[in-house]
């Protein structure tokens, strides 16, 4: 059984060696046709497409025209298994493939740190995807819609009916609801079904609330909570360690010891440390990197979390830091996730999985109204100008709800954001290798920003 399977035209044989040769030496197991006989061919074939878990297709002015490759990958897209496409010379790529993003590797002859198999081995460490919890599996990047009892037209319990309607997806809590809200044993309730019917569940800290509020939410109500909720989330979010050191090892030692105290009463491997800087012109923001190498390293936590407002002050900056800890953390011999807090604008969301984030949390689907077409936000009163664009959502609930007058119109304008944001993220998710559609989203001179703050991610 191999990770990958590689589908190619025999008059590609040569570069398929070396690509062959260097995903084993990133670690990856990997079968293409050299490895069996002629006598075996058809039936090893598809044993091997079966127990895959993703493929690579090369192709070439040979492999379009070669019948092989193309049943392969048909087979491979039958199974639902992801397909990375590798082009190699200037060839057309036959329906329906030629609408997929391919990685130019043409001219390649093995260079392992060249821009195109760095892009593909950082790829496949993104969607090899490892189950957590309880064997949820994580598709990357993925949005937590947040509920929260903070400035949000729909109360946690709306929300969470709301989510009822459509189709499971990553949904946060957070404990400071679960802890002081009025609704708190109906809430408890509520997580319990959801992460029964196959919702991804993240139960957060409650630091946003408690500081916003301004109600203390000691260690001791955060592990009450924690030990209340047990079986009800698949990742909870550790309790905030709120340093005010300046040194990133001291920054680090707080953070390890606090995951360690939060491991002894919910299991470590649903358990993603938060990093925070101390505030002020001596924060070591240039040490951030470091600091989620060496998380990464000693806990080997599912994610690891940082508040957007902590990356930098503008769009520019929070994209470059997002990257560099990506490069950091790509230095690994696994996959890390990132997960940005309090990132729930469409833009910033796609922004930052391009630069190398792969989760985020917002409250913004129950703030405002989204317009599909811009992906912009707008106030609640302006649904009206947007309502016809999710009349014909991809999510049937929610469909069906927003031609029923029973709901209000708030409920509607939740809902409408709701279906934007499950489409959005299939967007983000289908083009995540190409940052050119994006463009069209930007203001005027905004993609030739990015593409001088990052030219290795925005080409």
């Not at 408890?188 to 509020?213: F, W």
Request: aromatic content about 10%.
């Amino acid at each position: 059984m191999a990770d990958i399977f590689i589908a190619y035209g025999h008059e590609d044989k040569n570069l398929v060696t070396h690509l062959a040769k260097a995903l084993e030496v990133k670690g990856w197991s990997v079968f293409w046709d050299e490895q069996i006989g002629p006598e075996a061919f058809g039936r090893v074939i598809e044993r091997e497409i079966k127990q895959a878990a993703v493929m690579i297709v090369v192709w070439s002015n040979a492999s379009v025209d070669a019948e092989w490759p193309k049943s392969e990958v048909d087979m491979a897209r039958n199974l639902g298994r992801q397909i990375f496409h590798l082009r190699i010379s200037d060839a057309q790529l036959p329906l329906p493939f030629n609408i997929q993003n391919a990685l130019d590797f043409t001219g390649w002859r093995g260079d392992q740190n060249s821009l195109a198999f760095r892009k593909l081995d950082h790829a496949l460490k993104k969607s090899i995807t490892r189950p957590v919890g309880n064997g949820q599996i994580i598709n990357w990047p993925c949005f937590f819609r947040s509920v929260s009892s903070h400035e949000c037209f729909l109360e946690p319990l709306d929300a969470v009916a709301a989510f009822k309607i459509a189709d499971p997806m990553p949904i946060l809590l957070s404990a400071f609801d679960l802890w002081h809200n009025k609704d708190a044993e109906a809430l408890y309730k509520e997580m319990k079904t959801l992460h029964g019917d196959s919702y991804l569940v993240m139960l957060d800290s409650g630091d946003y609330e408690s500081k916003r509020k301004g109600v203390d939410l000691s260690w001791d109500d955060y592990k009450d909570t924690l030990v209340k909720a047990s079986g009800t989330f698949d990742i909870a979010v550790c309790y905030d360690v709120h340093s005010r050191s300046t040194r990133s090892e001291t920054i680090i030692k707080e953070i390890v010891e606090g995951f360690q105290r939060d491991a002894e009463i919910a299991p470590a491997e649903k358990l993603a440390p938060v990093v925070h800087l101390p505030e002020g012109k001596a924060s070591p923001i240039e040490r951030v990197p470091e600091i989620f190498f060496a998380l990464a390293n000693s806990l080997k936590p599912p994610l690891i979390a940082i508040p957007e407002r902590e990356l930098g002050d503008g769009i520019l900056a929070r994209a470059r830091q997002i990257s560099r800890i990506r490069s950091e953390l790509d230095k690994l011999d696994r996959y890390q996730p990132i997960h940005v807090l309090g990132t729930g604008n469409p833009l910033s969301i796609a922004i930052f999985a391009l630069a190398g984030a792969d989760s985020f949390d917002g409250l913004e689907w129950c703030r405002t109204a989204v317009d599909f077409q811009t992906a912009r936000l707008h106030h609640t009163q302006q649904y009206d100008f947007f309502s016809y664009q999710s009349q014909s959502a991809e999510d049937k609930g929610i469909r069906d709800a927003l031609s029923n007058n029973n709901f209000s119109f708030l409920d509607k304008v939740a809902l409408h954001n709701l279906a934007f944001f499950e489409e959005w993220m299939d967007r983000i998710a289908d083009n995540e290798r190409q940052s050119g559609w994006l463009k069209s989203y930007l203001p005027p001179g905004g993609y030739d920003d990015l593409r001088r703050e990052l030219p290795e991610v925005f080409l």
